[in-house]
């Protein structure tokens, strides 16, 4: 079986999104200021993998102007200037030890109980009290209870591509300009492991996939499928058996 932390994360949430999404292959709808958000992700990677030769705010603000369309209208105008506001922010706050990133948008796969578990980190940066493995994040809002597994599983992928354990965790909230981290070392690395094995034995047992009301809710493109959100859901345009082996 693989995953990636998506999957883990959607089907802990919701299993029917999960069944739907992954298995039945429905197509979401997609939610406003992703584009942007890749943008930002797009214009930080290039600029820390080039920040030891070059860290300063221009650059840093040329690298966005080239990777961001021309706005043709007003909204397009005031997401550019968020966008460079954010990234003005993140420049004040970081500037110092830009120049230190590691492990830049790179690829991991690691095997977890018979589990590969897939991905694609932000970066690594160091600091004075250690490795800190940072995760960017482009949310409008900042989740009132943050959840440190995808970190911990992040800091599984760090250790198997870098062979070096993070020290701290870290969420990057840019448009809040906030951080929230988290302890790292081999407890994140133990913690992750075990979420991961006890997720994947429930998705290998579950023949169900039973929808789970949550905050998630709000923004599902599957509600009209959903017992739990409709009173009369459609039927599930799909042929597909919900028995059988997993297609992930």
Same mark, same amino acid.
């Given at each position: 079986?693989?995953?990636?932390?998506?999957?883990?994360?959607?089907?802990?949430?919701?299993?029917?999104? +999960?069944?739907?999404?992954?298995?039945?292959?429905? /197509?979401?709808?997609?939610?406003?200021?992703?584009?942007?958000?890749?943008?930002? %992700?797009?214009?930080?990677?290039? +600029?820390?993998?080039? *920040?030891?030769?070059?860290?300063?705010?221009?650059?840093?603000?040329?690298?966005?102007?080239? *990777?961001? /369309?021309?706005?043709?209208?007003?909204?397009?105008?005031?997401?550019? *200037? #968020?966008?460079?506001?954010?990234?003005?922010?993140? %420049?004040?706050?970081?500037?110092?030890?830009?120049?230190? *990133?590691?492990?830049?948008?790179?690829?991991?796969?690691?095997?977890? &109980?018979?589990?590969?578990?897939?991905?694609?980190?932000?970066?690594?940066?160091?600091? @004075? @009290?250690?490795?800190?493995?940072? &995760?960017?994040? +482009?949310?409008?809002?900042?989740?009132?209870?943050? &959840? /440190?597994?995808?970190?911990?599983?992040?800091?599984?992928?760090?250790?198997?591509?870098?062979?070096?354990?993070?020290?701290?965790?870290?969420?990057?909230?840019?448009?809040? @300009?906030?951080?929230?981290?988290?302890? !790292?070392?081999?407890?994140?690395?133990?913690? !992750?492991? #075990?979420?991961?094995?006890?997720?994947?034995?429930?998705?290998?047992?579950? %023949?169900? +996939?039973? /929808?789970?009301?949550? &905050?998630?809710?709000?923004?599902?493109?599957?509600?009209?499928?959903?017992?739990?959100?409709?009173?009369?859901?459609?039927?599930?345009?799909?042929?597909?058996?919900?028995?059988?082996?997993?297609?992930?």
């Amino acid at each position: 079986m693989k995953l990636t932390f998506t999957k883990l994360d959607t089907y802990r949430k919701c299993p029917l999104r +999960f069944r739907l999404r992954y298995r039945e292959k429905l /197509p979401e709808v997609a939610m406003g200021g992703r584009n942007l958000s890749l943008v930002l %992700h797009q214009t930080l990677q290039a +600029f820390l993998f080039n *920040a030891r030769r070059d860290s300063s705010l221009d650059n840093l603000l040329r690298i966005y102007a080239a *990777a961001c /369309p021309t706005p043709k209208n007003q909204k397009q105008e005031q997401r550019y *200037a #968020e966008g460079r506001r954010v990234l003005e922010a993140f %420049h004040w706050r970081e500037g110092s030890r830009l120049g230190k *990133a590691v492990a830049l948008e790179q690829k991991f796969a690691v095997m977890v &109980d018979g589990v590969e578990i897939t991905g694609r980190l932000d970066c690594a940066m160091e600091t @004075e @009290e250690g490795l800190e493995l940072v &995760d960017f994040k +482009f949310t409008r809002e900042v989740p009132e209870t943050v &959840d /440190p597994l995808q970190l911990q599983v992040y800091s599984l992928g760090l250790k198997e591509v870098t062979g070096y354990t993070s020290d701290i965790l870290t969420y990057y909230y840019l448009r809040q @300009e906030r951080k929230i981290t988290f302890p !790292g070392g081999e407890v994140a690395v133990r913690e !992750g492991q #075990e979420q991961v094995t006890g997720l994947a034995q429930q998705l290998r047992a579950d %023949h169900s +996939f039973s /929808p789970k009301v949550g &905050d998630w809710c709000g923004t599902c493109s599957y509600r009209k499928y959903c017992p739990a959100q409709q009173g009369q859901p459609i039927p599930i345009p799909s042929q597909l058996p919900v028995q059988g082996t997993l297609a992930l």
